[in-house]
């Protein structure tokens, strides 16, 4: 009932840059929190950075300084700046929504993945 669509990844050189969108569309009653993750081959996903309704954000230290998200709240959807990319950040990167999801009955929360995709970084 929720889709989330990510786009803009693709294959860059180190020290480049590179900006994520996800758009969320559907049966969506509001959005909460909003984020970015990554996994990257053999690894765990992990946090990259979350924005709230109202623009607090939170990073993970190996991003703190280089990347940015943002959101534009009237279009669902949220953005990933990426810049001075290294190969580290190498990863297929998803994006994740808090939605409250609208019904005919009542709305309900649920946590909403993206496909992911791809950013590769060359040395």
């Given at each position: 009932?929720?889709?989330?669509?990510?786009?803009?990844?693709?294959?860059?050189?180190?020290?480049?840059?590179?900006?994520?969108?996800?758009?969320?569309?559907?049966?969506?009653?509001?959005?909460?929190?909003?984020?970015?993750?990554?996994?990257?081959p053999g690894k765990q996903r992990e946090l990259v950075a979350q924005i709230t309704t109202i623009g607090t954000t939170n990073y993970a230290d190996s991003v703190k300084g280089r990347f940015t998200i943002s959101r534009d709240n009237a279009k669902n959807t949220v953005f990933l700046q990426m810049n001075s990319l290294k190969p580290e950040d190498t990863a297929v990167y998803?994006?994740?929504?808090?939605?409250?999801?609208r019904t005919k009955g009542f709305n309900y929360g649920e946590v909403c993945w993206g496909e992911g995709t791809l950013v590769t970084v060359s040395s």
């Open positions: 009932q929720v889709q989330l669509v990510e786009s803009g990844g693709g294959l860059v050189q180190a020290g480049g840059s590179l900006r994520l969108s996800c758009a969320a569309s559907g049966s969506i009653f509001s959005i909460d929190d909003m984020g970015w993750y990554r996994q990257a998803y994006c994740n929504a808090d939605v409250l999801v």
